[in-house]
């Protein structure tokens, strides 16, 4: 286990790079008065934590390549397509109200707004979620990845595969418009209703089931725990269905049918009267 000193050390350079990039950003946001771009930050940023913390730590090479690896496939997948939905579809309906409505209700300028509301709590949350990447990078004991790594191994990259694949699904859809105002019923979609979000968190269980291998890696339980926490029950799936259940017929059916999380095959539809 290295040095309390060194660990401390490592994770506030970390904490002090995301709260500059964060400060940063949030200028970029306010000179296009837009800051639709932060939940492709989230993806990328996270990356390059694990990124420089590689670049830092001194703990067992084999692991920190595995840790830096994963985490960056993930983070260039979901940061490029989060880049990639926001310059094709425009700034997010729910950063635009969030907004209007500070302004509106307390009198926020845009800047004010999007400092208090976006980005304040941006760096603590990544700094958080991403542990699993820095804690389990510190350790140079055991210096060879064992069992417990290679299962969250494969575990992270079946979260990728998933949430590519539903992410590719729910495009797709989106594109025919014959589709619009339809609800996605099929593929993955049929069995979760968020299949990027159970994506997510499985790779990020992965990801620290491979730091849970060392001491200070078990430590990282925060992260997922956090991660859970809010796409499940605060800025994930909550807000997102709210509006799509006033916006889009057919989708609170959906809604009581289909597991919310997990994948499960859907209720059976009940006959009328029963």
């Excluded at 619009?180 to 993955?188: A, F, M, R």
């Amino acid at each position: 286990m290295p040095p309390l000193s060194d660990v401390f050390i490592i994770l506030a350079v970390n904490f002090a790079l995301c709260v500059a990039g964060f400060l940063v950003l949030w200028r970029v946001g306010v000179a296009i008065r837009d800051v639709s771009f932060i939940d492709a930050v989230w993806g990328l940023g996270m990356g390059g934590l694990a990124l420089v913390t590689y670049l830092q730590a001194h703990g067992a090479e084999p692991r920190k390549l595995l840790l830096l690896a994963i985490c960056g496939a993930w983070s260039v997948r979901l940061g490029l397509h989060l880049l990639w939905r926001w310059r094709a579809h425009g700034p997010d309906r729910r950063y635009v109200r969030m907004m209007q409505k500070a302004e509106a209700e307390r009198g926020w300028g845009f800047g004010q707004a999007t400092l208090r509301l976006v980005f304040a709590l941006q760096a603590p949350l990544m700094w958080t979620v991403a542990l699993p990447v820095q804690l389990g990078q510190m350790s140079n004991t055991p210096t060879a990845i064992g069992w417990l790594g290679w299962t969250g191994a494969l575990v992270a990259l079946a979260g990728i595969l998933f949430e590519s694949i539903g992410d590719a699904q729910i495009t797709r859809f989106k594109r025919d418009p014959a589709n619009q105002g339809k609800v996605l019923e099929t593929g993955l979609w049929r069995y979760t209703r968020h299949p990027n979000y159970f994506g997510d968190i499985v790779t990020w269980v992965g990801l620290w089931l491979i730091a849970a291998e060392t001491p200070l890696g078990f430590w990282a339980i925060p992260g997922p725990a956090l991660l859970i926490f809010l796409l499940t029950r605060w800025s994930g799936g909550v807000t997102y269905e709210r509006r799509l259940t006033k916006s889009r017929p057919g989708y609170d059916d959906y809604q009581r049918r289909t597991s919310s999380l997990i994948p499960w095959p859907p209720k059976r539809a009940q006959a009328d009267g029963v």
